[in-house]
């Protein structure tokens, strides 16, 4: 048990982790100071629609951000230790180690030309002093674990032998081959059919409290989040727009696009005439409104939210990024208000760190 | 694998009949009596019609064509391929003789390919965008633009004539040492280097825009996420991948390996297939012309083949 | 599921911000957009505008200077002579006493015409096979394909070395022999668009809306399949005119009086000794055209292909 599981103290931090990307068309903040932690052997979800920034930051947490890609800014705490100013070398070993990424199209993550057994054992030799036999061994007994039947055979199998659902138990073998703490899943079941997923969330359901593992489950499938996760983040454009325990999220949503996003999901024990949609669409990257990035797609909008607006807290654990207040009313300053007026009121109600 | 092998070289002859038809009516169909050197004031007519006899040149187009097919198919006959009109030997013989010439200069031609383009493509491929990378791709540009002939002709003058450390033509210097390994590498260095710096252009574009290709694929980012040092994941996970492809040119330089010297083997006058094929041109040397046209069908299908098998022993994706 | 305090149904919504202002640009306008961002694709474009236009003008102004004139053996440089005549022999005279860069832009021109008129004949049909066997697909593509492979399979330079020393070796006759081996490309090129294209989902959904053959073929599926032949074509040019000077440089080629960058390569090489510098100048030449045309064709072919790659800036 490391010591900051034992002083209680969270395993990953993430404080205003800024990711952006240099084109030739003008800078993508593609993460825009995102701050959230997660805790020992709990599962966060991070939720929002394609280009919100999940991935980017799942990747920046191990590092992976390349070209034209750069940190610009933040912390990443692992354990207390600060991720973005490890060595390379520090950070290979914490890969694949402490912490284990699978990703969203297990058709192309396996490397083609190694078999199933000889990719798992790879990892596991990377990171423990074991042997090439052992490796297999080790690889083999997870194949198991995963729930792959005839896992002798299969981890002498090609990757191009195995099916898709297959082929992403193959990658949670690997990446849990080595007792990670945290375990970050990027859309891991998106590609797969519904009978897949549930299998594949059982698996991961199964596994992370066997290891008291913590889990990053990144998707923007609420219905898997609502099955797997504690606590949830919600993100827009880069930032993180609400955060809070599951139930919360899904019983008491504060920030409007959270709401936004429920409701749009069809119920089954309602009868209505049209859909609900969110209307508009996710602000080009290049074209990013000043103030609140949700204004334009906003129901509640005042005048206020030309001012960023700020992070506070509107519930017990439980904080969002808008103007309106915990009980879903106009801000005390004013729905008018503006300038440094508005400015200052933020600052005074926003939690979050600079 | 076999039945694959048996079924590809069976899908092969037609195309080797499609070359040879073209093959013979290339020479069947050039203006000029393919005997007329022959017409000297002291040459009897009947003479002239009795090697129209032999040649089989009296007969009509399709059964020339048939007969030549038929013969040419008996390669354990070395007449199977005609007499050299120029040089009076059986074709089959000087092709045997002034083969291993050609063999020598580009098989050592490709191996030093190989060995330098492989790991420069990797290199520029690794560190894209830095100095290392440009630098390989404008070399690789340039000496991709530059004809052999030209490049050829700028090595010959500045290591034969300006500098003379290398020798002018020819692979030996004198009857004496020939044979002589030494004297030979010597005379090879410039024809070589003209060939090689040519196809190192060449490849070393392929071979980095295969890597380049490989490294931003998902399973690269796997590799890395796994805590693989840099090292591993170029070498083994990427290389192994990104030679797939490269693997296989190896096999389609195989048509070059017989043809592909000609200009080269002119400029240098290396006594190789090349030349013997250029010689044969000039001086209406038609069943040598036939041969070589054949010859290089031949090569070409072969080639094909074996970058095919190639590829399925190296890609394990691959099943025949 | 939440009470909201205030019912979203109801609440204003203003959408006028978002409109999209980037301007909407046709298909030919963003292409040639992309193309000029291409920097040595431009200057690939300008050198060879400049080749053609110096070869047409430097012969007519240089006049009889292209002759060789024992008075004239080894003169200086210069733009205008003593008798005040423009001769713009700026690369001097050689020992024979002709203008070398009179008799070089001429050249250039004899190399530039054969390779685009092989150009011209590679392209047809080039075209004509690969947009059928494309287009038709079954049988007639299959033995399209065999035609491809059987010329593929033959030996290129040794074929038309041979087919011009045996039908005697005038411009036309190598613009032919080039011509109908080269095509390969260009039909398999052509071929493979077509075949895509008559799958492609906006040609079904052109053909589901009603839209005439006339007008699939014209506005949906021609575009596209530009690209590759514009690609094979400047490709072409290149390999055309490196075949002719190999050609000429080997002794096959069009005869000596009648210059090309080929036997000016031909001459340079007998007197590499004597005079060494006579290789450079058709050398460069012929490079550069390799370059642009390489160049020229590589811009072309990221200009007409839409779909964009992130460039770092």
């Known amino acids: ?108 993550s396996l490397n083609p030309v190694f078999t199933c057994g000889e990719q798992i054992s790879e990892a596991v030799q990377q990171h ?64 797969l059919d519904v009978t897949i997923q549930a299998q594949i969330l059982e698996v991961m359901r199964d596994l992370r409290q066997k290891n008291r593992m913590a889990i990053m489950l990144i998707t923007h499938d609420l219905g898997v989040v609502a099955e797997m996760a504690d606590e949830v983040v919600v993100m827009y454009s880069g930032k993180v727009v609400e955060r809070g325990d599951v139930r919360t999220i899904f019983g008491n949503p504060h920030h409007p696009y959270t709401k936004g996003l429920l409701s749009s999901i069809p119920r089954l024990d309602e009868r209505v005439e049209r859909l609900e949609v969110i209307k508009g669409t996710v602000p080009s990257p290049y074209n990013l409104p000043t103030g609140c990035l949700f204004k334009r797609r906003c129901p509640y909008r005042m005048p206020i939210c030309d001012v960023a607006p700020p992070y506070q807290v509107v519930g017990e654990e439980h904080a969002s990024r808008c103007w309106l207040t915990p009980a879903g009313e106009a801000p005390d300053v004013g729905a008018d208000a503006s300038g440094e007026e508005a400015e200052r009121a933020g600052e005074l109600l926003t939690v979050e760190p600079r | 694998m076999l039945t694959y092998i048996i079924r590809r070289i069976i899908l092969a002859i037609p195309i080797l009949f499609g070359v040879a038809l073209i093959s013979f009516l290339l020479v069947y169909l050039a203006p000029g009596d393919p005997l007329g050197r022959f017409l000297t004031p002291n040459v009897r007519p009947e003479v002239l019609e009795r090697l129209r006899e032999i040649y089989g ?69 690794i560190k894209q965008y830095s100095v290392a990378d440009k630098v390989v791709t404008t070399f690789a540009t340039i000496g991709y633009a530059m004809p052999s002939f030209v490049l050829g002709t700028y090595l010959l003058y500045i290591g034969a004539v300006w500098t003379g450390i290398f020798p002018f033509r020819g692979m030996t210097s004198s009857l004496r040492t020939a044979g002589d390994p030494l004297d030979i590498a010597w005379h090879m260095v410039l024809p070589v280097a003209s060939l090689a710096i040519q196809s190192i252009a060449g490849w070393s574009r392929y071979v980095r825009a295969t890597m380049l290709e490989v490294l931003h694929q998902d399973y690269i980012r796997t590799a890395k996420a796994k805590g693989l040092g840099s090292n591993r994941v170029n070498f083994r996970h990427a290389l192994r991948n990104a030679l797939i492809p490269v693997v296989t040119l190896l096999g389609l330089s195989l048509p070059s390996l017989i043809a592909g010297a000609a200009i080269t083997e002119a400029i240098f006058s290396w006594p190789g297939l090349g030349s013997l094929g250029l010689q044969a041109v000039g001086e209406r040397d038609y069943p040598v012309v036939m041969a070589f046209v054949l010859l290089g069908g031949i090569a070409v299908v072969l080639g094909n083949l074996i970058a095919d098998i190639l590829y399925g022993v190296v890609d394990p994706r691959i099943k025949y | 599921m939440a009470d909201t305090t205030i019912d979203v149904r109801q609440a204003q919504f203003d959408d006028t911000e978002d409109i999209d202002r980037t301007e909407v640009r046709s298909y030919w306008q963003l292409a040639r957009q992309r193309f000029v961002h291409h920097r040595l694709a431009v200057a690939g474009a300008i050198t ?31 733009i205008f002579n003593d008798e005040g005549d423009m001769t713009l022999a700026i690369l001097g005279y050689s020992r024979t006493g002709y203008n070398i860069f009179g008799v070089l832009m001429a050249a250039t021109g004899t190399s530039l015409m054969i390779g685009f008129a092989a150009v011209l004949i590679i392209v047809i049909i080039g075209v ?19 035609v491809v492979d059987i010329a593929l399979a033959l030996p290129g330079l040794f074929i038309i070395i041979a087919f011009v020393a045996f039908w005697g070796a005038s411009i036309w006759s190598i613009i032919i022999a080039i011509g109908i081996t080269g095509w390969t490309l260009a039909a398999r090129l052509v071929r493979a668009e077509f075949l895509s294209l008559r799958e492609a989902d906006y040609v079904q959904a052109a053909r589901a809306l009603g839209a005439s053959p006339r007008r699939i073929i014209m506005r949906h ?87 964009q790659r992130v460039e770092e800036r």
């Open chain 3, 221 to 307: 599926m021609l575009p596209p399949a530009f690209a590759p032949i514009i690609v094979a074509a400047s490709l072409g040019v290149a390999d055309s005119v490196v075949l002719e000077a190999a050609l000429s440089f080997l002794g096959f080629g069009i005869s000596a009086d009648q210059a090309s960058l080929g036997t000016l390569l031909n001459v340079a090489f007998e007197y590499l000794n004597r005079e060494p510098y006579l290789v450079l100048f058709p050398s460069i030449v012929l490079v550069l055209i390799v370059l642009a045309a390489n160049f020229l064709g590589d811009g072309m072919r990221d200009a007409l292909d839409p779909r």
């Open chain 3, 128 to 146: 004509s096979v690969g947009s059928v066997a494309g287009f038709a697909g079954g049988w007639v593509d299959n033995v399209l394909m065999r």
């Open chain 1, 128 to 191: 423990t002093s074991a042997s090439s036999r052992e490796g297999m061994d080790r690889a083999i007994e997870m194949l198991g674990v995963v729930g792959i039947p005839d896992a002798k055979r299969r981890a002498h199998e090609y990757p191009h032998q195995l099916s898709g659902g297959m082929r992403q138990r193959v990658m949670i073998a690997m990446a849990l081959s080595t007792d990670p703490d945290l375990l970050i899943a990027d859309e891991p079941t998106t590609a």
């Open chain 1, 1 to 108: 048990m490391t010591a900051s599981a034992r002083s209680g103290g969270p395993l990953l931090e993430i404080k205003g982790l800024k990711t952006h990307f240099f084109t030739q068309d003008g800078t993508v903040k593609a993460v825009d100071g995102v701050t959230f932690e997660i805790g020992h052997g709990q599962t966060l979800g991070v939720v929002g629609e394609s280009g919100c920034g999940k991935s980017i930051t799942s990747l920046s947490v191990m590092r992976l951000i390349e070209r034209p890609g750069k940190i610009v800014a933040g912390e990443i705490l692992l354990n207390g230790d600060d991720l973005l100013t490890a060595s390379d070398e520090e950070v290979r070993e914490i890969r694949g180690d402490q912490v284990s990424m699978i990703f969203q199209e297990p058709m192309t």
């Open chain 2, 57 to 125: 040149l009296d007969k009509p187009l399709f059964e020339q064509f048939v007969g030549w097919i038929s013969h040419y198919v008996q390669v354990w006959d070395p007449l199977a391929w005609g007499i050299s009109i120029t040089h009076r030997r059986p074709v089959l013989e000087l092709i045997m003789e002034r083969a291993p010439a050609t063999l020598l200069l580009m098989g050592t031609a490709l191996a030093v390919t190989v060995v330098v383009a492989v790991p420069l493509g990797m290199l520029a491929a």
């Open chain 3, 48 to 78: 060879l505008v400049a080749l053609i236009v110096l070869s047409l003008v430097v012969p007519a102004i240089a006049g009889d200077t292209l002759r060789v004139s024992a008075s004239r053996s080894f003169a200086p440089p210069e």
